[in-house]
């Protein structure tokens, strides 16, 4: 009984561990998928969207869930106007200088959250209408976990009609895979990089005001995630949802079992050891021919 308790109580763990981690690496993989390059502005993006959320909730009582739907024609106009501005221009004559860009960008960002937010902690989490534990099967859960877990579904599902099911999402995945022939049929590549950077700043935002409902924020809230976003990137080959879900069950199910046998601390190298791994064996992702 006790051994059906703890198998229960970690599968539980793997699943919302799992689906966390998928939410918080859309808008990296679909970014990455199409720029060729690691967007270390992604961080900066989490960090945007929960100091949104955070905002709208302690001055007008909006809740995260909402604000993360007021978020999506903002964080798009900011993240299409970033490419069509800054990189848009970088991204033809070098990708080093794209890169040193994108993270110039995200200091700037984090720099200004010092300045207005401080570098303390702020906490909405245990003042939502839905904090509080529920049981399952026995097991405590916090119901914040069960609304990230929605959240993850009905991001995933959305995320995967738009890719897959819409002119628009062929026209992207068409310029991830082959940029010269996508333009040889007609598609304006330079639009579909902008329009798919803005998308990708929508569900890093997202997750970003999403999170506020579990984490506490402060300038560096993004960062944490974002490392862990390259790790499950990697693993999935830069182009595939499905590859992303996968990858972050992956990362979710050895984490969850080696939470039992390692500190907290050395979960990380665990990870990061995995992607050592997979650099060296099959550096083109696991998900990808």
Known sequence: ML????????FLHFIFLSSTYALMTYGMALICGIMRIINVLHAGFIM???YFAYTLF????????LSS???IPIAFILGFSIHRVLLARLASISMQMTLLLLFAIWLIAQNLALLVFTADPRMIASRLPYAFEIYLGGVSIS????????????ISFSTYILLNRTMLGKAIRGTSQDEEAASYCGVNTKLIKDIAFGIGTVLASMFGALAT?????DPFFGTVFQFKAFVITVLAGMESIIGVIVASMMIGAIESVAGFYLKFGL???VT???LLVILIIRPQGLFKG
């Open 69 to 71: 739907i007021i978020l």
């Open 58 to 65: 302690i001055y007008f009582g909006i809740d995260p869930l």
């Open 3 to 10: 051994v059906d308790g703890l198998i229960y109580s970690l």
């Open 267 to 269: 979960l990380d190298i």
């Open 272 to 274: 990061y050891m995995l």
């Open 48 to 50: 945007f969207g929960g």
């Open 213 to 217: 409902v579990l984490y506490p924020i």
């Open 143 to 154: 119901f914040q976990r069960i609304v990230l877990l929605a959240s993850f579904i009905l």
